[in-house]
């Protein structure tokens, strides 16, 4: 079955203690992705990756870190979390630039008290 | 202002209505639109996509864009309790190397009552 996969589903974290959050895609896509979602403010791109060693930064990328050494696996760092970084984050993935095609992971519940 | 506007809703119709969801978009460089669909404590979902103005139907679902007025509808026939979900807009456009960048709305909360 295509997925794209993420851990952890639910993290409550304190401040300052670093964390990562996996991701994985079995469908040999390219293009990968880190949206976070917040009330009000609707799905925000942190950090995109076009390629192995390809990443750049997206919308909201302050506070984040990625690295892309493997194809299928795209994870997001947090080196010092903050509870402004309290949110919904999800990994997505897409065979194409377009970005018509996108299949997201089932997100990841973060809270940083 | 926001690249793209979307009512939140809740927006509650019963079994059988049709449901009309709406955004608007600032930027008329945007070329592709799409809408999502999200179901609670779940990913979005790509439910259509289109390139050009005009509609494009799949089943209960139409996807309507008007470039004129920057205006992009997705209506809902025969609306069932599984439609049931926040529905999102996004568009995008290709910016050269870096093309896959989508901005989405807020999204609206659709509850269809049985």
């Known amino acids: 079955e295509a997925q794209v996969t993420q851990n952890p589903r639910y993290l409550i974290t304190v401040t300052g203690k670093k964390l990562t959050v996996t991701c994985s895609q079995n469908?040999?896509?390219?293009?990968m992705s880190w949206y976070r979602q917040d009330p009000g403010l609707g799905l925000r791109q942190i950090y995109y990756s076009m390629n192995v060693e390809v990443t750049d930064k997206g919308d909201v990328p302050e506070g984040y870190k990625v690295s892309r050494k493997e194809k299928r696996n795209f994870p997001l760092i947090l080196e010092s979390p903050s509870p402004n970084q309290t949110s919904l984050y999800f990994c997505?993935?897409?065979?194409?630039?377009?970005?018509?095609?996108?299949?997201f992971g089932e997100g990841s519940w973060l809270t940083v008290v | 202002q926001k690249e793209v506007e979307q009512d939140p809703g809740p927006l509650s119709v019963p079994e059988g209505a049709i449901v009309s969801l709406n955004c608007t978009y600032s930027?008329?460089?945007?070329?592709?639109f799409m809408w999502y669909r999200q179901y609670s404590r779940k990913g979005p979902e790509l439910l259509m996509y289109t390139y050009s103005s005009g509609n494009k139907e799949d089943g209960r679902f139409t996807a309507q864009v008007d470039k004129s007025s920057k205006y992009i509808s997705l209506f809902i026939r025969d609306s069932q309790p599984s439609d049931s979900a926040t529905y999102l807009c996004a568009t995008g456009r290709n910016y050269g190397g870096a093309t896959n960048k989508l901005i989405f709305g807020t999204g609206t909360l659709l509850a269809v009552q049985p």
């Open positions: 930027n008329s460089a945007f070329q592709y």
């Open positions: 469908m040999n896509h390219e293009y």
């Open positions: 997505a993935s897409s065979p194409n630039r377009d970005g018509n095609t996108i299949y």
